[in-house]
């Protein structure tokens, strides 16, 4: 994966820096202690992965990151466990409060590769209609046409299919919706996509799916179309 990194204290770029040239699969292409140069880098080169410290004098990371149209996957860095929160809002990947070992660092560019193969995973739909969904330490085939629809679990997204219910690891909801067909699966809010045609029923409120009751989240409502 093609990595960039911004921090604007040069002893912390040193460091991923040094913990990512231990790391096979993550090629970091520049380090930036201003955001701007960053972002500058960003528009005109190809990036993949983004280590990103939150708390920067001109911009914080969580609104560089909110300013970008299709951010790449990013790690944010930080020295404040407080900010955790607002990274996975953002659906960041991973967050390294400083100082992180080799180990942890190791983790969250684990997560990040991982996430980077399901969205290679994704087949087009001229191709057999399924996923691979990592459960456990088993990768799991999960056909379209068997999902009911997707719950967000935190920074994990659950499956409902048919008769039974998987746990994405680490896989966003958010990421969930970039993957799937739209011709068929829609989000109806922040927590939910849901297959079209499972829907047995809906109204302005809310959809029925099965047992289920999916909830339509007002900014999506205008968007729902079963």
């Not at 140069?37 to 990151?65: A, C, Q, R, W």
């Amino acid at each position: 994966m093609i990595a960039i990194a911004i921090d604007d204290e040069p002893i912390a770029l040193d460091v991923i820096k040094n913990l990512a040239s231990k790391v096979p699969f993550i090629q970091v292409e520049g380090y930036f202690t201003n955001a701007f140069d960053g972002l500058s880098y960003m528009h005109n080169n190809k990036v993949e992965l983004l280590f990103l410290y939150i708390k920067m004098p001109d911009i914080t990371g969580t609104d560089l990151v909110k300013s970008l149209n299709n951010p790449p996957m990013v790690i944010f860095t930080t020295a404040y466990a407080e900010h955790a929160v607002k990274s996975f809002e953002l659906d960041a990947v991973d967050y390294l409060l400083k100082p992180f070992s080799l180990a942890r660092f190791l983790k969250a560019c684990n997560k990040a590769n991982e996430l980077n193969n399901f969205r290679n995973s994704a087949t087009p739909l001229s191709a057999p209609a399924y996923l691979f969904i990592k459960d456990g330490y088993e990768q799991v085939k999960v056909k379209y046409d068997e999902i009911l629809f997707i719950e967000a679990a935190g920074n994990y997204a659950k499956i409902y299919l048919t008769g039974k219910k998987l746990l994405s690891t680490r896989i966003t909801i958010s990421d969930m919706e970039l993957v799937l067909p739209n011709n068929n699966f829609i989000r109806t809010h922040r927590a939910y996509i849901i297959a079209r045609n499972k829907v047995d029923k809906y109204d302005r409120y809310q959809l029925y799916i099965e047992e289920h009751v999916i909830p339509i989240g007002a900014s999506y409502a205008q968007n729902v179309n079963i």
